[in-house]
């Protein structure tokens, strides 16, 4: 018996021990981020700011959403959708809550781009999102062998056979549809409508398979690609571009002739997420303009810090200058908030094109 | 009969794993399966139907990349056993037995790493601007580099080394069994060495072959990572189907829908597997 009441002891105190231990960690920050949104240098200078450690998971919009929508809205403290996705999602599956601008430097945010995202994730009269940073996606270009690609019709163009890239995603759709002198954004409210385009859309890029030589799923794995000239025509984000173009002048980015599409990914923070003020505490740090510079320095992308663009490096400056002169900014088209069940129609005819021979 | 005192410890320890399977396998799967069963109408409620499971079979694109998948995985698991065969016997007879041991490790090392990084090993060796390439073009045998990623005798390759392990183990245990002097009678007799192969080899071997077949065409059939990134453009595995529809789509029910087709469909391929050579699941998996 006193044998059987030591191993009890034994067996329950080992419980004890072990669960405990999660009690004594110090506080953390989960951030359910995109590649390259939270730079290590930046991560340490807050870690030692705030002695806070920030737990990074990297993700996209997609698996965002399907991870949240999972646990209801835990898990994560803050998560970095962009601001086109999340109106729909917020309303049919709550994943986050509102945010609190008493508790946002907001000086630090450039007016514009505050005030569009808070109308564009606006629901039930609470915005859910503050903007970060914001770029496009449009095509990288090797001059060298591609010099005459201009609009994404090229990627389907018979000339670069076996040396195009681009993604199976719903922005290869949409910017496929621009191309061919269609407004997908018109028809968003019109699913008939919208679904008629997809399906011409989607035939045209089963036409065009033979034409791609991969598409690509993950950024690095592109850019090497570029970089050993095996891909002479992608479409992809801006930095990817230009980061290329540092090391090879041949390569850069092209802001397409129907135009680049503009996207804007912010700061939203999960309905269950646990440790709030820290959340709160890292949007604060990232929008400081010195740590915006440094981010933006890094990843090439513009922040919605406001003065922020003064304190990057020259080259930086020059990457808009190069690739958007006035005209193009001026044709950027920006994503309205997508609604509910586009998603399902894309996703079938992505599945269709993949599918095809 | 256990001891009263035997079985609350057993009961104890059993405990965390019950609660665990029950709690993380089995509640998720009854979820999904009801889900499975659930559409959203037009008014955004959540209604029964068998529609999920009516698309599969009315959606051509859908069986269609279910039996490609299958077939593949049929077509990777026999060539996994024509490379494993020669592999296990050759470690099992022919070697001398001081050496088994480190050749065994040799098929394992590769396991040691994940599979992702496996996958962009033989990606850095088959791309066009890799070590293959540069090698035969140095060597003169190629004048352009060719593109070897992308295609499905790639992805098939990327599949059968992924899957070898699972194949040569299990045969590696069956052939240990086998009495060396019946293959030396066979030859007394004047037996040659394919009626060796099919008379005594195979049938003494059927066991392992088919408990090794049943891991590779289960692990091929689930896989996502090699078809995805190994074959390229038109490699659409059902898996990324599954996928699909859960992360692009958003839509969870048709999603659960496929992954219950899946379990139901490869559970049917292998019990007709299991039915052509004539084995029971009792005696293969023991």
């Not at chain 1, 690609?149 to 719903?170: F, H, I, P, Q, T």
């Not at chain 2, 056993?81 to 065994?104: E, M």
Request: contains cysteine; aromatic residues 12%; positive net charge.
């Amino acid at each position: 018996m006193i044998k059987r009441k030591l191993f009890v002891l034994c067996v329950v105190s080992a419980f004890v021990l072990v669960f405990s231990g999660g009690l004594y960690a110090a506080e953390t920050l989960s951030l359910l981020t995109w590649k390259g949104y939270a730079p290590k240098n930046l991560v340490e200078k807050f870690e030692k700011e705030t002695g806070i450690t920030v737990k990074v998971t990297y993700s996209n919009n997609e698996e965002m959403i399907a991870k949240l929508r999972a646990t209801r809205g835990a898990g994560f403290d803050l998560a970095q959708p962009s601001q086109d996705r999340i109106s729909s999602v917020q309303e049919k599956y709550q994943i986050y809550q509102p945010i609190d601008m008493s508790k946002i430097n907001a000086a630090q945010i450039i007016p514009s781009m505050l005030k569009a995202v808070q109308l564009n994730t606006m629901v039930n009269v609470k915005s859910h999102a503050v903007p970060f940073c914001w770029g496009t996606s449009g095509l990288i270009v090797n001059r060298k062998f591609a010099a005459d690609a201009k609009d994404y019709s090229d990627l389907l163009n018979e000339a670069y056979k076996g040396r195009v890239s681009y993604r199976l995603k719903r922005p290869t759709l949409i910017a496929i549809a621009f191309a061919m002198g269609d407004d997908p954004f018109a028809k968003y409210s019109d699913v008939n409508a919208y679904q008629a385009l997809m399906e011409k859309v989607g035939q045209a890029l089963i036409d065009g398979k033979p034409i791609v030589k991969n598409y690509w799923t993950n950024g690095d794995a592109l850019l090497q690609s570029m970089r050993s000239e095996e891909v002479y025509l992608a479409m992809a984000w801006d930095n990817g571009g230009w980061k290329l173009h540092v090391e090879n002048s041949d390569i850069d980015f092209l802001a397409p002739k129907s135009g680049a599409l503009g996207w804007i990914d912010t700061f939203a923070i999960p309905a269950k997420a646990k440790n709030i003020d820290a959340a709160y505490k890292w949007i604060n740090f990232m929008l400081k303009p010195e740590n915006a510079a440094q981010f933006t320095n890094m990843e090439k992308y513009g922040t919605a810090s406001r003065g922020s663009i003064e304190l990057t490096n020259v080259d930086i400056r020059g990457n808009f200058q190069r690739s958007f002169p006035q005209a193009a900014v001026d044709n950027i088209k920006w994503y309205p908030p997508v609604p509910a069940k586009l998603e399902e129609i894309e996703g079938k005819i992505l599945d269709k094109v993949k599918a095809a021979k | 009969m256990l001891k009263g005192q035997k079985r609350w410890g057993l009961f104890f320890f059993l405990a965390p794993v019950v609660l665990w399977l029950f709690v993380m396998i089995v509640l998720p799967h009854i979820d999904l399966l009801i889900m499975s069963f659930r559409i959203e109408n037009d008014e955004g409620q959540q209604i029964w139907s068998l529609k999920n499971y009516l698309n599969f079979f009315e959606e051509p694109i859908y069986w269609l990349t279910f039996a490609r998948t299958a077939i593949y995985s049929i077509l990777v698991t026999f060539l996994t056993f024509v490379i494993a065969l020669p592999v296990a016997f050759y470690i099992t007879k022919v070697v001398k037995p001081k050496y088994q041991g480190f050749l065994l490790v040799l098929l394992l090392l590769p396991f040691w790493v994940s599979e992702l990084v496996r996958v962009y090993g033989w990606m850095i060796l088959l791309r066009e601007s890799g070590v293959i390439n540069h090698f035969l073009l140095k060597a003169g045998l190629l004048k352009q580099p060719i593109e070897m990623l992308y295609r499905d005798s790639t992805m098939i390759l990327g599949l059968v080394y992924t899957s070898m392990l699972f194949m040569v183990v299990p045969i590696i245990s069956v052939l240990d069994s086998l009495d060396n002097s019946l293959i030396e009678a066979a030859y007394d007799l004047g037996a040659n060495m394919w009626t060796i192969l099919f008379k005594i080899i195979i049938p003494h071997a059927t066991p392992g072959i088919v408990s090794g077949s049943i891991v590779v065409f289960m692990l091929t059939l689930g896989n996502y990572l090699t078809p995805n990134l190994m074959g390229g453009k038109n490699s659409l595995w059902f898996t990324e189907q599954i996928y699909n529809q859960f992360i692009a789509s958003f839509n969870w029910n048709q999603g659960s829908a496929f992954g219950f087709l899946l379990l139901v469909l490869s559970s049917i391929v292998v019990w007709l597997g299991l039915k052509l050579t004539r084995q029971n699941l009792k005696k293969v998996v023991q």
